[in-house]
């Protein structure tokens, strides 16, 4: 824990608003920071969530445990909806309270002995959870980077991916990977994501794959790893309803476990994590997993569809102005992640001088990994209305 120097970036960020708060009480502050949805939860997932929860105070609707893995039905359901046609199985879905306790939980399944690389920048769960796991023995370095750590480039000037073919990229046990990546809002390409593949089946790498913005995506990129031949041997990928349905706090996620994915002595995968869960997880809740079916439905789905519209119009705007002011933009096609270069700057500076002059939270890059610093992640959950008077704001200053 004490490796943990940075100390974790979004209490970070809530302490500089709160003391921002303190200073001007009276100002608006608009949040672009942390990830969180902001869009109410369609009806039609809610009600099923009521009458599930009013039916537990019913002699005949109460239901206890379920199973560790998750409820049969839903399983079934995220194999067949969101992974129609790539032949997951239900039985390879273990449903979570969130892909985030699933990082851990695969951290867990790993140990300390594995080396591990991460995109830079990217979601910092993967890096925080290694180094609780013990992954890495030195501490942070000058330049941001823990030792132990591959830290694999991806900026504007690689499209955001690492040139794997390069003899030099090392060989390591785990590659996390995210796409659409948080923070820069890139989604990898089917020839990138085959390259991986490649790259991961060549070296005995295991791929955890985090899909966590996945229906986002407007493009052809793909949505899962499993679009990809091969996948399915070197692959586990995460992902959750948090984004997908505006359940950050009802929590629920998924992680998919092939059966074909075997260590090198050819034991799967599979059992060791089926083992994880059911001693260090008991199951994701009734009330949530009713909720999860709901979104899958025909209908849910549409509604669901309709409320994302909603963050990637306000992704589109951010965008728009960002790019307005001539900085260079990217991300916010294929996520709810708009990322502003400001070259030659540090990201705490600018997040701070944003702040200060136009009560917007941002998220400084540098966050994310040193490949960050000099960006600012400016998120899109918010209301049309908040949005275009965060983009009046920001205009003003950098206009
Ligand atoms: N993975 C990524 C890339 C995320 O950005 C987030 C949350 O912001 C998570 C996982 C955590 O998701 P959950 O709410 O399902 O724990």
């Known amino acids: 824990m004490e490796k943990l120097r940075n100390g974790y970036l979004f209490p970070e960020i809530g302490m500089r608003q709160q003391a921002h708060m303190e200073k001007y009480p009276d100002a608006s502050i608009i949040s672009l920071g942390i990830g969180d949805t902001t869009e109410p939860i369609p009806r039609i997932i809610t009600s099923p969530m009521a009458q599930h929860s009013h039916a537990l105070s019913t002699r005949e609707g109460y239901r206890g445990y379920g199973a560790e893995q998750g409820n049969k039905t839903l399983r079934k359901a995220i194999s067949e909806t969101i992974y129609k046609d790539m032949g997951i199985k239900d039985t390879e879905v273990f449903v979570s309270d969130g892909a985030q306790c699933d990082i851990s939980r695969i951290q867990l399944l790993l140990g300390s002995d594995v080396t591990i690389a991460v995109q830079d920048p990217t979601f910092p769960a993967y890096v925080d959870s290694g180094i609780i796991m013990g992954q890495t023995g030195d501490c942070i370095s000058a330049t941001g980077k823990y030792a132990g750590i591959e830290y694999m480039k991806c900026g504007p000037e690689n499209l955001f991916f690492p040139d794997l073919t390069s003899c030099t990229f090392p060989t390591t046990d785990v590659i996390f990977f995210c796409s659409p990546n948080n923070p820069t809002g890139h989604a990898a390409s089917r020839q990138q994501l085959q390259q991986l593949v490649e790259i991961a089946r060549r070296n005995g790498s295991l791929i955890v794959y985090d899909s966590a913005y996945a229906a986002y995506i407007s493009d052809d990129s793909p ?48 059992k060791d994590f089926d083992r994880i869960i059911c001693t260090c997880f008991n199951g994701a809740s009734s009330i949530a997993q009713v909720g999860g079916l709901a979104c899958l439905s025909e209908q849910g789905r549409r509604a669901i569809e309709e409320v994302i519209a909603v963050y990637k119009d306000n992704a589109a705007t951010l965008a728009e102005a960002f790019a307005g002011l001539g900085l260079e933009v990217y991300g916010g096609t294929n996520s709810p992640y708009v990322w502003v270069h400001f070259p030659g700057r540090r990201s705490w500076d600018v997040f701070n001088e944003i702040l200060e002059k136009t009560h917007v939270i941002t998220v400084p890059g540098c966050g994310f990994g040193p490949g960050g610093e000099g960006f600012i992640r400016v998120g899109a959950f918010s209301t049309k209305e908040r949005i275009r008077e965060a983009c009046c704001r920001l205009r003003r200053l950098f206009g």
């Open 223 to 270: 949505r899962s790893i499993y679009e990809i031949p091969g996948a399915k041997q070197v692959a586990i990928e995460i992902s959750s309803f948090s984004k997908l349905a505006g359940f950050t706090g009802v929590r629920l996620g998924w992680t998919v476990v092939p059966h074909e994915l075997t260590y090198s002595s050819g034991f799967p995968v599979h």
